[in-house]
Structures are given as structure tokens and as C-alpha cells.
Nanobody
Framework: QVQLVESGGGLVQAGGSLRLSCAASGRTFSNYAMGWFRQAPGKEREFVAAISWSGPMTAYRESVKGRFIISRDTAKNTMYLQMKSLKPEDTAVYYC????????????????????WGQGTQVTVSS
């Protein structure tokens, strides 16, 4: 059973930085993709970034390109999201997700192919 635990959220001023972490356990993640989604109040959950656990694939939503970097440390079974130049519109609950890479890519990084989810961590960016 996959377990994903996020940490690193908090309150930051616009222009600031945060690093989110996602500790993964419960299976081997080769052939899996890991991703970050976010959900702001009153809005649908949206894709932020994804990374292949063992390959070169990374993907980002357009609005975070150049500001967010996704990475993983396979030795620590942990994924990260380094967020810089944060904006108030980045305010949301951020969720870690995992799913078979082939399904994730075929699903164009929509939520459903990511079968496992963390509990979320709040990121609040003040103006």
C-alpha cells in the first residue's frame, strides 16, 4: 500500500521561496511517475509538475515553468518541489501523487492515473 506524506508548506511573502517534500513508501517506484497537484479554495485540483521515478521525464504546468523545479532522491524515496518567485495565485493545498508512469503520461498528467495521494500541505503566499 503506497503511502505519501507531504511536508514543507507554510506562509511566505510574494517573491519568496518554499521547498515541499513528499516521502514515499509501500512499494518500489520504478516505472512510476510522481507528481504535484494543487487545489485553491473554490477551484478544481490542477496539475503542477511531474517526474519519472527512474527516468528523465519531467513536466510542468505553464504558469510555474521557470519558477518551480521538481526533483527526486531515489535513495531517500523522497520527491521535492522547489518553488521560487512565489505569487499569491500559487496559494493552495499542494498534494503529492504517484501512479504508473505509462498511464500518467498517456493520461496527459490528469489526476485519475495517479492512483495514490498524500494528505496535502498548505501553501499560502501573501501579497
Amino acid at each position: 500500500q503506497v503511502q505519501l506524506v507531504e511536508s514543507g508548506g507554510g506562509l511566505v511573502q510574494a517573491g519568496g521561496s518554499l521547498r515541499l517534500s513528499c516521502a514515499a513508501s509501500g512499494r518500489t517506484f520504478s516505472n512510476y511517475a510522481m507528481g504535484w497537484f494543487r487545489q485553491a479554495p473554490g477551484k478544481e485540483r490542477e496539475f503542477v509538475a511531474a517526474i519519472s521515478w527512474s527516468g528523465p521525464m519531467t513536466a510542468y504546468r505553464e504558469s510555474v515553468k521557470g519558477r518551480f523545479i521538481i526533483s527526486r532522491d531515489t535513495a531517500k524515496n523522497t520527491m521535492y518541489l522547489q518553488m521560487k518567485s512565489l505569487k499569491p495565485e500559487d496559494t493552495a493545498v499542494y498534494y503529492c501523487a504517484a501512479g504508473p508512469e505509462q498511464k500518467v503520461v498517456a493520461g496527459r498528467f490528469t489526476a485519475d492515473p495517479f492512483g495514490s495521494w498524500g494528505q496535502g500541505t498548505q501553501v499560502t503566499v501573501s501579497s
